[in-house]
């Protein structure tokens, strides 16, 4: 396979880098004849002919036409599942038909992006097509610190939605929630707008302003005005709650797990010997890195799978390596609506290996791996490649269920799922040595 970046998430999504390609192989000759096809039928819509007689006709490919073959010999050979070939050509056809209805108007470059789009949009809301300057975003993201407004964003049915605003960002403080819809930036519709294109429109230079207008719940939309920042994110805090240990992550960026071991290790430091427990805050984590994932639960586990990836055609298995920094001490998860993807991974590796309980209220649901596979230096597909699975072989999709449901009151002060967790721990009502607090 080819080295990749895999991303699961989110808009923003899950993904391990390994570095890109710069050189792709020809495309296939289905690929091939699949690019002919799109041609003869722009040609088509363009010149209002019979569709099958441009067919017959077409002796050239359109500008951009071997793009698409190289897009549609991704999808053929990596795609999760397998696919209808008619029913790719034909989304793509239609997605013409849509953005462009005056297409004398258009280059054969944008009829054919226009054709990419709608063929990888049919497959699911993660699989894009990412040119340059959409790539260079999806790196910096991962690198854990880029100019915007600090949300991790999916394409929703209509519009875009938010999987979680990321702790001391802009967008956390303008009170931005998971699950909110992105109706309007700066007056511009999102409504069926592409993820990528909602991403850049939503960034934008330290210091300016964008307005956004957003919908939450069955409540008429709201205009929330935001000054954009640098985003740095501080993917892992920690902080001792008496003999208690805290540990937060926001999102699995680089170096996730490396920060987590110690952090594990200055609790203990701090706390001591007294140190009762763990509370591992998984909340309004929108996911990250597929290895650091991996990395962060290895740090609370022993031994034991750890998530499996079931593609297309054969199954990858990670695993613990030997070694609990925490010796087995008791351990909560705390999840929400808002913990995606990288975040489920942990929450539901350490539930099936009875290593911790979990409270809050059901998470994301995101249970797919994206892949990021380059057609050039300069752009890439970011396809579905895989779903993930968790120690006992569940699918995440519809969301984990916590261990014990409890709702944050919004017109209450303080934190009822962390008191909870805490008040757990400290009654040490605790199956040992699982550290799985009963229930």
């Known amino acids: 396979m080819l080295s990749d970046f895999r991303y699961f998430v989110v808009a923003l999504l899950l993904f391990s880098m390994a570095g890109c390609s710069s ?4 495309p296939g000759p289905e690929a091939q004849e699949a690019a002919k096809r799109l041609s003869s039928d722009i040609v088509s819509y363009r010149n209002g002919v019979d569709k099958v007689k441009a067919r017959q006709d077409a002796s050239v490919l359109v500008r951009g036409a071997n793009l698409f073959a190289q897009v549609y010999e991704k999808v053929r050979v990596h795609y999760v599942r397998d696919i209808d070939d008619e029913a790719l050509i034909e ?25 990419i789009h709608g063929m990888l949009g049919s497959l699911d809301n993660y699989s894009s097509y990412l040119d340059k300057k959409h790539l260079k975003a999806l790196r910096e993201q991962t690198r854990g610190r880029f100019g915007g407004l600090g949300i ?6 209509t519009y875009i939605d938010i999987v979680a605003p990321i702790d001391g960002t802009p967008a956390q403080r303008a009170g931005l929630k998971s699950g909110d819809h992105i109706v309007k930036a700066d007056g511009k519709s999102l409504k069926d707008a592409l993820l990528r294109d909602a991403v850049l429109l939503l960034r934008g230079a330290p210091g300016s302003d964008v307005t956004l207008s957003i919908q939450r719940g069955e409540k008429a939309p709201f205009d ?16 001792a709650e008496g003999d208690i240990g805290y540990l937060r992550i926001t999102s699995f960026s680089e170096r996730v797990g490396d920060d987590v071991a110690s952090s594990v290790m200055s609790l203990k430091t701090a706390i001591g010997s007294r140190m009762r427990g763990i509370v591992l805050d998984l909340r309004n984590n929108p996911g990250g890195l597929l290895d650091q994932s991996i990395a962060v639960s ?3 586990l022993d031994d034991g799978r750890i998530v499996s ?7 990858q ?6 070694g609990d920094l925490t010796d087995g001490l008791p351990m909560v998860v705390l999840i929400n609506n808002g913990s995606a993807s990288a975040a489920e991974i942990v929450a539901g590796a350490l539930r099936d290996h009875h290593r911790a309980t979990l409270i809050g209220t059901k998470s994301f649901g995101k249970g797919t791996v994206q892949t990021i596979l380059p057609l050039s230096s300069t752009d890439a597909v970011k396809l579905t490649t895989a779903i993930y699975l968790t120690p006992s072989g569940v699918s995440v999709e519809g969301g984990i269920a916590p261990d014990h449901t409890v709702e944050l009151d919004e017109e209450r002060e303080g934190d009822e799922q962390l008191e909870r967790a805490l008040q757990l721990l400290s009654a040490q009502t605790v199956s040992a040595p699982t550290g799985v607090i009963s229930r």
Request: charged share 35%; no cysteine; proline share 3%.
């Open 23 to 26: 050189v792709a192989r020809a």
């Open 91 to 115: 989304a793509a056809t239609q997605e013409i038909r849509k953005r462009h209805p005056e297409p004398q108007a258009a280059e054969d470059k944008e009829l054919v992006e226009a054709a």
């Open 152 to 157: 991790e964003v999916r394409k929703g049915d």
């Open 224 to 239: 929330v005005t935001i000054t954009r920042a640098i985003i740095n994110v501080a993917s892992v805090r920690w902080r």
């Open 298 to 300: 290895d740090v609370f």
């Open 309 to 315: 990836t079931r593609e297309r055609h054969y199954e």
């Open 317 to 322: 298995h990670y695993s613990a390596t030997k």
